[in-house]
């Protein structure tokens, strides 16, 4: 036999696509030729296999061979081939059984010494190895794990490549090798469940971060330094329920290809909560980086809260970028060898002072900053996106005495309940919660009233509102009808909605 066979996944953003490996070694000069458009370091393949064959104790062909990755005119990069190259090779030098390798998925990186790394992406990867039939799938012991999280997958766990020889009925010493693993992207550490009750006063804020949660809709918070703009936000995540079972897959998904997924804990069930610096890039935060590009903190977010605290101080790229996932739930990421998708609908959460030194309260008076400075702080937050953002609030300077609020378990359980009454309206349809719900079919269902948008239509006359703003406030009055337990908004609703998007300002 000069031919050997086997498979393995390449990952184009979230999207798995299985690839045949195929090994043909020809009596020539020995050479080692990789084709089917493999990057950089998937290229550097050739020397890492051969190093970990000869160590593990295996028998190198000295022919021409010529592996390709197929379909071929898909961009392939990452190391995660290393172990799918080696066995199509060995197949194909009669060193391994190849009824035994037919139909089986291989992903792993190999070191020089023989030992099988893991690699990130796996869980993705092997989701769409079972999706296309082939249950049975090879991985690094360090990713078994995650792998096995997979319905229906049949994992094996290995440590070297000699270990995956002697499965193939190779006769070689399989050594004791320590399990390799994986370096992960340092994330941020697990957030318990914050109290809202730890939030002293602030109540029209409580009351916008429960319809915010309520109905998945974006945020703006605004006041002076110490009124709980950051408490607020980190205690939104414990308010929304867990994920279900389709949502925990695709965000743990996401992680493993960022590399911040710890697979000891199962699926991530929680919706998760990403708080970038300021100082962040836009590649940090809507992903990126050469040839396929990696998820970033909006992406990371998915199904939970992207909160960016003095939002202004944020650059306007980072800030402009955010306008697609915004509107559609998802980032495309263009490179020149394609374009990768990633899922981002979270909810955004922006914090921002009144002013460059936060002193603008009331009259203002002892406010440093000029009406330049002013205009230009605030500037950065450009009405395409501010037009996007559901609910603004304004936070006064808390005071001594002020009101406990309710624990978050409590406001948690009217939320779950609103979570309900939009499900079983949305039942049928491709969304979710009220925010993703489209204007047009939320009219149909006001019913015969008019005077219900009378209010929107003479904020729509008056230039307060656009056309997106008029469908955003609709969903808003949407969720204020789903907390108080009624099957449709009347117009006291779509005031109150009016309200909290303006801040009160021309309404």
């Given at each position: 036999?000069?031919?050997?066979?086997?498979?393995?996944?390449?990952?184009?953003?979230?999207?798995?696509?299985?690839?045949?490996?195929?090994?043909?070694?020809?009596?020539?000069?020995?050479?080692?030729?990789?084709?089917?458009?493999?990057?950089?370091?998937?290229?550097?393949?050739?020397?890492?296999?051969?190093?970990?064959?000869?160590?593990?104790?295996?028998?190198?062909p000295n022919r021409r061979i010529t592996v390709n990755l197929?379909?071929?005119?898909?961009?392939?990069?990452?190391?995660?081939?290393?172990?799918?190259?080696?066995?199509?090779?060995?197949?194909?030098?009669?060193?391994?059984?190849?009824?035994?390798?037919?139909?089986?998925?291989?992903?792993?990186?190999?070191?020089?010494?023989?030992?099988?790394?893991?690699?990130?992406?796996?869980?993705?990867?092997?989701?769409?190895?079972?999706?296309?039939?082939?249950?049975?799938?090879?991985?690094?012991?360090?990713?078994?794990?995650?792998?096995?999280?997979?319905?229906?997958?049949?994992?094996?766990?290995?440590?070297?490549?000699?270990?995956?020889?002697?499965?193939?009925?190779?006769?070689?010493?399989?050594?004791?090798?320590?399990?390799?693993?994986?370096?992960?992207?340092?994330?941020?550490?697990?957030?318990?469940?914050?109290?809202?009750?730890?939030?002293?006063?602030?109540?029209?804020?409580?009351?916008?971060?429960?319809?915010?949660?309520?109905?998945?809709?974006?945020?703006?918070?605004?006041?002076?330094?110490?009124?709980?703009?950051?408490?607020?936000?980190?205690?939104?995540?414990?308010?929304?329920?867990?994920?279900?079972?389709?949502?925990?897959?695709?965000?743990?998904?996401?992680?493993?290809?960022?590399?911040?997924?710890?697979?000891?804990?199962?699926?991530?069930?929680?919706?998760?909560?990403e708080d970038p610096h300021h100082t962040a890039t836009p590649?940090?935060?809507?992903?990126?980086?050469?040839?396929?590009?990696?998820?970033?903190?909006?992406?990371?977010?998915?199904?939970?809260?992207?909160?960016?605290?003095?939002?202004?101080?944020?650059?306007?790229?980072?800030?402009?970028?955010?306008?697609?996932?915004?509107?559609?739930?998802e980032l495309v990421l263009h490179r020149a060898q394609g374009?990768?998708?990633?899922?981002?609908?979270?909810?955004?959460?922006?914090?921002?002072?009144?002013?460059?030194?936060?002193?603008?309260?009331?009259?203002?008076?002892?406010?440093?900053?000029?009406?330049?400075?002013?205009?230009?702080?605030?500037?950065?937050?450009?009405?395409?996106?501010?037009?996007?953002?559901?609910?603004?609030?304004?936070?006064?300077?808390?005071?001594?005495?002020?009101?406990?609020?309710?624990?978050?378990?409590?406001?948690?359980?009217?939320?779950?309940?609103?979570?309900?009454?939009?499900?079983?309206?949305?039942?049928?349809?491709?969304?979710?919660?009220?925010?993703?719900?489209?204007?047009?079919?939320?009219?149909?269902?006001?019913?015969?009233?008019?005077?219900?948008?009378?209010?929107?239509?003479?904020?729509?006359?008056?230039?307060?509102?656009?056309?997106?703003?008029?469908?955003?406030?609709?969903?808003?009055?949407?969720?204020?009808?789903?907390?108080?337990?009624?099957?449709?908004?009347?117009?006291?609703?779509?005031?109150?909605?009016?309200?909290?998007?303006?801040?009160?300002?021309?309404?």
């Amino acid at each position: 036999m000069v031919l050997g066979r086997t498979l393995a996944v390449a990952l184009v953003g979230l999207t798995g696509h299985v690839v045949e490996v195929e090994a043909h070694l020809a009596p020539s000069l020995p050479a080692f030729t990789l084709v089917g458009l493999p990057d950089a370091s998937l290229a550097e393949a050739r020397d890492r296999v051969r190093a970990a064959v000869t160590s593990s104790g295996l028998p190198w062909p000295n022919r021409r061979i010529t592996v390709n990755l197929s379909p071929a005119t898909l961009a392939k990069s990452g190391s995660s081939f290393d172990l799918a190259i080696a066995v199509a090779t060995l197949v194909g030098a009669e060193v391994l059984d190849a009824a035994a390798a037919v139909g089986v998925v291989h992903i792993g990186e190999l070191g020089l010494d023989g030992r099988v790394r893991p690699v990130r992406g796996v869980l993705p990867a092997v989701a769409a190895a079972v999706a296309a039939g082939h249950p049975r799938v090879v991985v690094p012991h360090a990713n078994a794990a995650e792998a096995a999280l997979v319905p229906g997958a049949r994992v094996a766990g290995v440590g070297s490549l000699a270990e995956v020889a002697a499965r193939y009925g190779a006769e070689v010493d399989v050594p004791e090798l320590a399990d390799a693993t994986l370096e992960a992207v340092p994330a941020a550490p697990p957030r318990g469940v914050l109290d809202l009750a730890d939030v002293v006063g602030q109540s029209d804020a409580r009351e916008c971060l429960e319809v915010a949660a309520a109905g998945g809709h974006h945020l703006l918070m605004v006041g002076p330094p110490g009124t709980g703009k950051t408490m607020l936000a980190a205690r939104l995540p414990g308010l929304l329920p867990d994920l279900d079972e389709a949502d925990a897959v695709e965000v743990t998904a996401v992680h493993s290809v960022a590399g911040t997924f710890d697979p000891g804990g199962g699926l991530l069930r929680r919706p998760p909560f990403e708080d970038p610096h300021h100082t962040a890039t836009p590649a940090s935060v809507v992903g990126g980086g050469s040839g396929t590009p990696r998820p970033g903190a909006a992406s990371r977010a998915h199904r939970g809260v992207l909160f960016l605290d003095e939002a202004p101080e944020f650059s306007t790229a980072v800030l402009q970028t955010l306008r697609q996932p915004l509107e559609h739930g998802e980032l495309v990421l263009h490179r020149a060898q394609g374009a990768a998708r990633y899922p981002a609908r979270f909810q955004l959460v922006l914090a921002a002072n009144p002013c460059p030194c936060g002193k603008a309260v009331g009259k203002g008076l002892e406010c440093t900053c000029r009406s330049e400075q002013r205009r230009r702080y605030f500037g950065k937050l450009s009405g395409p996106l501010l037009d996007r953002v559901d609910l603004q609030v304004e936070l006064q300077p808390a005071r001594a005495g002020g009101a406990e609020g309710e624990p978050t378990a409590v406001v948690a359980g009217r939320v779950s309940a609103a979570r309900g009454a939009a499900r079983e309206r949305l039942a049928g349809t491709p969304w979710r919660t009220g925010a993703e719900a489209p204007g047009g079919w939320l009219r149909e269902r006001l019913g015969a009233d008019a005077s219900l948008l009378g209010d929107l239509d003479r904020a729509l006359d008056r230039g307060t509102l656009s056309m997106r703003g008029v469908d955003r406030v609709l969903r808003v009055a949407w969720t204020l009808a789903d907390l108080d337990g009624r099957a449709a908004p009347g117009r006291s609703d779509v005031g109150r909605a009016l309200l909290l998007r303006t801040r009160g300002h021309g309404a």
